[in-house]
């Protein structure tokens, strides 16, 4: 049932609205945004720019009260497009992860309720996207999980998901983790602060979309404010200046290694 509490109203809004990336539906007072990229829903320069801008777009709007974002059944992002990293180019690469910056930005900073339905697997940039919402309902499965596994091909991690992630798990765990490519399942992202709640997956949509209903009652003035009040430390996290981390992912991408690897893994993939 809707919130009939709530303080925003359907009117003017229209029912739906696709994007590359994204699909969009309107509902009582707040959007459910799905991620539709693909196979895997890999993050690539369309997803994160079309984040991005929706993110903005709705911080702004005062017609749509919060957001709850999902995947599809059993997926909700693979993580980086490595195919688009490794055959891209060193100044496109730095363009997506420019892009990429800005839209974990826009999500951490967005001051509205932001729920996260994560309907499935969600490694390394689909981590990052899930821990920059304020709850997260995670889909129970053997291969959904969730976490920084970036080590297990010696890619880079950048500062801004590194500090997100330090935030929510904190520092040392969070190092201990990322140094063992370590994934976690619904049930132990739980404990170890990743996640709030894990369910079937057939239910982590309409969980999420009731837990926004209840957040939709609280006055919009008073979330806001205890938002930004109660999560200084995640607002520091994402703080940072965009041109120093592009540089510093620019020198990454131009290293001789970082070459070869992505060299290896276009020659395993043609095997």
């Known amino acids: 049932m809707e919130n009939e509490n709530n303080q925003y109203s359907k009117q003017n809004f229209p029912d739906t609205c696709n994007m590359d990336s994204l699909n969009i539906e309107y509902k009582n007072g707040y ?12 993050v690539n320069t369309v997803l994160a720019t ?5 993110f903005l777009d709705f ?22 497009d490595i195919m ?27 001051s509205k309720p932001f729920i996260c339905g994560i309907t499935g697997f969600a490694p390394a940039a689909g981590t990052t996207i899930a821990l920059c919402a304020d709850y997260r309902i995670m889909g129970k499965g053997e291969k959904h ?46 404990k170890v602060g990743l996640v709030n709640e894990a369910v079937e997956v057939e239910e982590v949509i309409e969980r999420s979309e009731a837990r926004m209903q209840k957040m939709l009652k609280i006055l919009p003035a008073t979330y806001i404010n205890s938002k930004a009040t109660m999560r200084k430390g995640l607002l520091q996290a994402v703080d940072n200046d965009i041109e120093a981390m592009t540089k510093d992912l620019r020198r990454h991408m131009e290293d001789p290694m970082t070459k070869k ?11």
């Open 261 to 271: 690897l992505f060299e290896a893994f276009l020659a395993k993939l043609k095997k």
């Open 145 to 190: 999980v969730i976490g920084l596994n970036e080590f297990k091909m010696s890619l880079v991690i950048p500062g801004i998901m590194a500090d997100i992630y330090a935030y929510h798990m904190g520092e040392k765990a969070a190092w201990e983790a990322v140094q063992n490519a370590q994934l976690f399942n619904a049930e132990d992202a739980i």
């Open 84 to 110: 688009m990293m490794a055959t891209g180019g060193v100044d496109k690469t730095v363009e997506f992860w420019k892009i990429f910056i800005e839209a974990l930005q826009a999500m951490a900073r967005f």
């Open 31 to 42: 959007a459910l945004v799905q991620i539709d990229n693909g196979k895997v829903n890999a």
């Open 50 to 54: 079309e984040l991005r801008d929706t």
């Open 59 to 80: 911080e702004n709007d005062k017609k749509v009260g919060g957001v709850v974002l999902v995947g599809r059944p059993h997926c909700f992002s693979a993580g980086l």
